[in-house]
């Protein structure tokens, strides 16, 4: 894959972060730990504020003219800049891999959408293969194990890149679990459709992240987050479960996803 | 054979409920995956030659008439006969004319997926035909009357106890107290009974998984030998493919023999790949009096020229399925029709209409890892998901899901609107969580809660944070984050 685009490795440069819509409403804070990490990075990080939804749900249900309109939008507003980054594979892979595809038939947009693509990035992998990241400065006290997310993975090729910022962590041993690139289930409306099924592929990831031994389970993406700490805490387990930016950024003070006080 | 796709969520249910299905399918990928990618990483060039048969079937797919004319001719030239079958019943009147021409009482079987396309063995059997199916796994599902759950390995959500007392069964002559308990015996036994069916036969019929147009040979990638038997023993030997199957040449065969056998089963090579080039000659010692090749349409060449046309490139060695997290929850049954997994998620609905199979291409989470193994490189995910753009074109999902995305995609295309919106949903959810911070129950989310909780948000959402951030810093005149105004227009 190619990355890094026209920029050259290494350089500082004004990047747009897209939050995403799981980050906005549902955890806030891995919006700010993208953010610490980008300007530790020696980024200029700036929040386009139209921004809302990537149309990836409207996509894999079948709107395909929703789907149109919101990329339209984010082409539009994510332009200006030298990079798009997203603490997320899939809503990242979405911009990549589907935007040119979803807009195929207006080569206005489509060329407008290619040119977004190829300065689209996930965050650690954009910390990495294209600031050149080597570590971090943060302390986190436990053993992680880390779950590849489907879009990441196979969409953006992202597996080293986290576990080796992971690695710098003061405190933080990284286990393997098994079956680390096999689906959590999550699959957007997935979940929810065919409830039976996710919830057979989610319980499958249980009893790996369990036997792994770690304390910590962490992702890229939140809609695989939420599914797994929702199975954790119903099954009473106490594998506390974060998105990796937190604990790359040192900010950990916050309960766990779906960690409460009692 | 008559497809139950629509109930696939009851079905699907009811494979979960079964810990025999579970275990049989639960472990099915763990040792498939593992021999794939072994034999993959043994052959530095996989990727190259991926990229190969990718080219060579959309080559072919672009000129399909013209492949299975210089495949006809060839055939023709050696003493053979084509058949062109555009459905089903076409298909299975060409089977039954050649069989009762030749008086055929018993037609044995190599496996063979097109002909359960067909339901041929009901058929034949109604016309006072006997069919025999005389691959190990086709041969138990005959005697249990069952439908195969995986393309290649037919039988593979039987386990062996099951198959032991099948054969108790099914061969009352046998002494039922003989030992069945290990597989080399069921093995032995499966083949002591076929051998006269072998020698009985009048007719035997097999699949292709290739045509070649160069040499008019059809193509046979088999393990056990029985295909072989088959096509050699009984007196005519007919071929059941589909139109898609042919190739252009012998060289682009060595190709697909690379790919083949590494994807379906992690073998380098497959014990026997038999090559079938009309009857028997002058000098021949063996071979069939009599060669056919039933080619059946079926549909397939509505897909030339569509989108959905990648589809047609399959090469059938189960790879997807093998690896689809899906399939391995359900197994293959749960499918309702002849093609499970990924592969049945995008090519049923091009064969039975998307009307009969709604649920299959939406049954994926788009994980992708069908399309990582695929060795000719379908797009699977994309074909499943322009069925999905079809399914709610044509109003076929749910009129509250259709509402919903419609609102939401309302909404998001209005950004303050929107941040009002979120702000309230996050406040709401973080309020509902209360000190436990997660929801045991959802409106709308009964798929989710009834198995996992639903994680509170933290409270405010994220642009609400920031925007506070914001004017804090300007109040203090400290430089802060900047948070664009107006988005992109600046």
Not at chain 2, 123 to 146: A, M, N
Not at chain 2, 223 to 247: F, K, P, S, Y
Not at chain 2, 252 to 268: I, K
């Amino acid at each position: 894959m190619e990355l890094g685009g026209k920029l050259e490795v290494g350089r500082s440069r004004r990047v747009a972060l897209y939050v995403t819509c799981l980050v906005d409403v549902m955890r806030p804070s891995v919006g700010f730990a993208a953010i610490k990490l980008l300007e530790d990075a020696g980024c200029e990080v700036v929040v386009p504020e139209h921004q809302t939804c990537c149309g990836q749900p409207a996509y894999n249900a079948g709107g395909e003219a929703e789907a149109k309109a919101l990329a339209k939008q984010v082409v539009e507003t994510f332009e200006p800049f030298d990079a798009v980054v997203a603490p997320s594979g899939s809503c990242a892979g979405m911009i990549r891999d589907h935007y040119p595809k979803l807009l195929a038939a207006e080569p206005e947009w489509r060329d407008r959408a290619t040119g977004l693509a190829s300065r689209t990035y996930e965050l650690t992998s954009f910390l990495v293969d294209v600031m050149g990241m080597e570590s971090v400065e943060a302390d986190y006290q436990g053993a992680v194990c880390y779950h590849d997310s489907c879009a990441g993975l196979r969409e953006l090729n992202i597996k080293q890149q986290p576990r080796k910022l992971l690695r710098s962590v003061r405190g933080v041993e990284v286990r393997e679990m098994d079956d680390a690139e096999v689906c959590c289930g999550f699959g957007g409306l997935f979940c929810v459709k065919y409830a039976d099924i996710s919830n057979q592929m989610v319980s499958r990831k249980m009893d790996n992240i369990e036997a792994s031994g770690a304390d910590t389970l962490l992702a890229g993406d939140l809609g695989c987050l939420l599914n797994m700490a929702g199975k954790l805490t119903r099954q009473g387990s106490r594998v506390k479960v974060r998105h990796v930016a937190e604990v790359l950024a040192g900010m950990t003070d916050l309960p766990a996803i779906g960690e409460g006080e009692v | 054979m008559q497809p139950s796709c629509s109930s696939f969520k009851q079905q699907a249910a009811q494979a979960l409920r079964d810990p025999k299905l579970q275990g049989a399918f639960g472990k099915l990928g763990d040792g498939l995956q593992a021999r794939r990618a072994a034999a993959v990483g043994q052959l530095p060039e996989f990727e190259a030659l991926r990229e190969d048969a990718r080219r060579i079937k959309r080559r072919v797919m672009s000129d399909l008439d013209t492949w299975l004319e210089q495949f006809e001719q060839k055939v023709l030239g050696q003493g053979g006969h084509i058949h062109w079958a555009s459905t089903a019943d076409d298909a299975r009147e060409a089977i039954l004319a050649i069989c009762q021409r030749v008086g055929a009482k018993t037609v044995t079987k190599g496996k063979s997926m097109v002909t359960e396309e067909l339901g041929l063995n009901d058929y034949l059997v109604d016309q006072g035909i006997t069919p025999v199916e005389t691959d190990l796994g086709e041969y138990i599902l005959q005697l249990r009357r069952e439908a195969p759950s995986h393309i290649v390995m037919p039988a593979v959500h039987l386990a062996q106890d099951d198959i032991e007392r099948t054969f108790v069964e099914s061969h009352p002559q046998l002494p039922p107290d003989r030992d069945l308990s290990t597989a080399e015996s069921l093995v032995a036994e499966a083949r002591q009974e076929l051998r006269e069916h072998f020698f009985k036969a009048d007719v035997g019929i097999t699949g292709a998984n290739f045509m070649i147009a160069e040499t008019g040979s059809t193509v046979i990638v088999t393990n056990e030998g029985n295909g072989d038997l088959t096509q050699t023993l009984a007196r005519v030997h007919v071929v059941v493919t589909t139109i898609e199957r042919v190739i252009p040449t012998l060289e682009d065969l060595s190709t697909f023999l690379r790919l083949l056998p590494r994807s379906a089963t992690g073998q380098e090579a497959t014990a026997y790949v038999t090559l079938s080039s009309g009857p028997k000659r002058e000098g021949d010692m063996h071979g069939p009096e009599e060669f056919h090749v039933v080619v059946l349409d079926n549909g397939r060449s509505e897909l030339l020229g569509s989108e959905n046309q990648d589809i047609l490139n399959c090469i059938r060695c189960g790879a997807c399925m093998n690896h689809c997290p899906v399939y391995g929850a359900v197994g293959g049954h749960a499918y309702g029709w002849v093609y499970p997994g990924p592969l049945g998620a995008a090519l049923t609905p091009a064969l039975i209409g998307v009307e009969k199979s709604a649920a299959l291409p939406n049954a994926s989470t788009f994980c992708g890892q069908c399309v990582a193994v695929c060795p000719v490189k379908i797009p699977l995910t994309d074909i499943m998901r322009r069925w999905r753009v079809r399914e709610h074109g044509k109003k076929m999902t749910s009129p509250l899901a259709r509402a919903g995305l419609s609102a939401w995609a309302w909404l998001a295309s209005r950004p303050a609107l929107y941040r009002k919106f979120t702000g309230l949903a996050a406040w709401g959810m973080a309020l509902c969580g209360g000190r436990r911070r997660r929801l045991s129950r959802m409106p709308l989310a009964g798929g989710w809660t009834r198995y996992r909780d639903f994680p509170a948000p933290e409270g405010e959402t994220f642009h609400a944070q920031l925007a506070q951030l914001k004017k804090r810093a300007a109040k203090t005149g400290a430089e802060g984050l900047r948070h664009e105004q107006g988005g992109a227009h600046e």
